[in-house]
């Protein structure tokens, strides 16, 4: 009973949610507490925030709002200011949009590329997130016809380019700034973020189903050829560099160093002395996860939750570490489930290091918000990732911890403390992606065939 109410309740924050242009649903606020919101961009719709809220009206039959959604978009992405000598490329979508009525009553419009978020980052998720909602759509509601116009067509192979063109990259990882992900303010994972290579492997997954057969184009054919190449260079490349096990620990521990030639073990020339403290004694036998970030002597140690589920959902990890990854939240769940599932990121950035690699930020103080908070809108992909791996009993019991508080609390966006035991010092109320979320969760658990619905 209690959780039927608690959906019921959920399903009316996204209700009032949506947003409407020239009539039509075109997506959905990221908060609805207003005026009390903790930023002004809260009254817009996120791209990444939306995705949740896409899957539940796709699972009710409310298709249109998607597609709306999707063309609303697109047609936001040319849109983006430029500086004299710095444009942004054409791919590159925003972070978020509002609708706005001027003097006359026309609705417009207006898109967010960073310039209203913390940093001024252009968010690198965003257009990653979007090829891969239109494949859900697509599967979701066996409309192929959205996919292939022209200007769907010309888009995909705008955000291809960007990301498969030549850079000076040298790995099959994507280089991006500092908060340009859901991690949106400055939180040390500038360079490989996990969260943008499941993702970016997410899009390489299902870009041959969405472009337009290649042959006729030559052009064309070869940008998928290389998607199709570099999905395989980037799986081989995670799966190996980023993870993390009691074994891969004893040998970065053991590590010789300064290595030079092709037989070098070390390749990435990790130091053995930057090994955080906290890993060795928490990190469980028979369980492992995706390191944080891979680098040129840098290894980011901390638990992402949302690259690592990601990563379970879209098989970027093999099986054998997806079940490993799933086992680690089972034996720490404390640590990773707490209070309110899920946490964030773990451990949490503390003193000197949290001075230097946040430039000292008090909203990400540690064990709060995105140094260590805990976040309700990752519930769904957590459920996704455990029912995919045959663990529907971790997710059933993160579900029902979630279910017990989130209503009575107002659907935080986030949970402060260790295991998530205080609402956020300076969360919104009314998250929208916190409800939908939860919603999105017990759909999965009622009806995990959804699942096929994911790249
Ligand atoms: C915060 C989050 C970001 C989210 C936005 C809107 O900035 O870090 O991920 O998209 O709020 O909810």
């Known amino acids: 009973m209690k959780t039927k109410s608690v959906i ?8 009032a949610s949506i947003l409407t242009h020239e009539g039509k649903p075109v997506g959905t606020v990221a908060a609805l507490s207003s005026p009390h919101l903790a930023a002004a961009n809260y009254e817009e719709c996120f791209i990444r925030d939306f995705i949740p ?14 597609r709306n959604f999707l063309t609303t978009v697109l047609k936001l992405r040319t849109r983006e200011r430029t500086i004299a000598g710095h444009e942004i490329q054409p791919g590159v979508m925003p972070a978020s949009f509002r609708v706005v009525t001027d003097q006359d009553g026309n609705e417009n419009i207006l898109a967010d590329f960073g310039e209203k978020a913390i940093g001024r980052v252009a968010p690198v ?3 990653l997130w979007w090829i891969i909602l239109l494949y859900i759509y697509q599967q979701s509601t066996g ?11 010309d888009t995909m192979k705008q955000i291809l380019h960007l990301c498969i063109r030549d850079s000076f990259e040298v790995s099959p990882a994507l280089l991006v700034p500092d908060a340009c992900t859901m991690i949106d303010r400055r939180m040390g994972i500038y360079g490989h973020p996990l969260e943008i290579q499941s993702l970016f492997f997410g899009v390489l997954r299902v870009i041959h189903k969405l472009l337009d057969d290649p042959m006729p184009d030559k052009k064309n054919h070869s940008l998928l050829e290389t998607a199709f190449t570099r999905e395989r260079a980037l799986q081989n490349y995670v799966r190996i560099f980023y993870w993390m096990d009691l074994e891969r620990l004893n040998e970065v521990h053991r590590y ?6 092709p037989d070098s073990r ?16 928490w990190l469980p036998d028979e369980c492992g996860y995706l390191v944080g970030n891979v680098g040129p002597s840098r290894m980011d ?37 707490g209070s309110m599932p899920l946490k964030i990121i773990y451990p949490a950035m503390e003193g000197l290091e949290w001075q230097v690699r946040t430039g000292s930020d008090p909203k990400n103080v540690p064990w709060s918000y995105q140094n260590g908070g805990n976040w309700p809108a990752l519930l769904w992909s957590f459920v996704a990732a455990g029912l995919k791996t045959g663990r529907g009993d971790l997710c059933e019991r993160a579900f029902q911890i979630a279910v017990r508080r989130i209503g009575t609390d107002n659907w935080p966006e986030y949970y402060d403390g260790r295991s998530g035991r205080l609402i956020g010092r300076r969360s ?8 939908t979320s939860l919603i999105l969760s017990h759909k999965l658990l009622e009806n995990p065939d959804m699942l096929g619905i994911l790249p």
């Open 8 to 15: 019921k309740a959920a399903y009316k924050i996204l209700e």
């Open 53 to 66: 809220s896409a899957l539940v009206f796709l699972a009710d039959g409310r298709g249109d709002i998607v």
């Open 125 to 127: 998720d965003s257009m």
């Open 143 to 153: 409309d192929t016809e959205l996919a292939q116009k022209p200007e769907f067509q």
């Open 256 to 261: 010789t160093t300064e290595e030079f030639g």
């Open 266 to 281: 070390n390749v990435l020339n990790i130091y053995p002395e930057s090994i955080p403290d906290w890993i060795t004694e």
């Open 301 to 337: 140690f901390r638990y992402f939750s949302l690259g690592n589920l990601l990563a379970v959902i879209f098989g970027l990890a093999t099986d054998v570490q997806s079940e490993k990854i799933m086992r680690l939240y089972e034996q720490r769940w404390d640590d990773l489930i």
């Open 428 to 435: 919104n109320s009314q998250q929208v992606w916190s409800a």
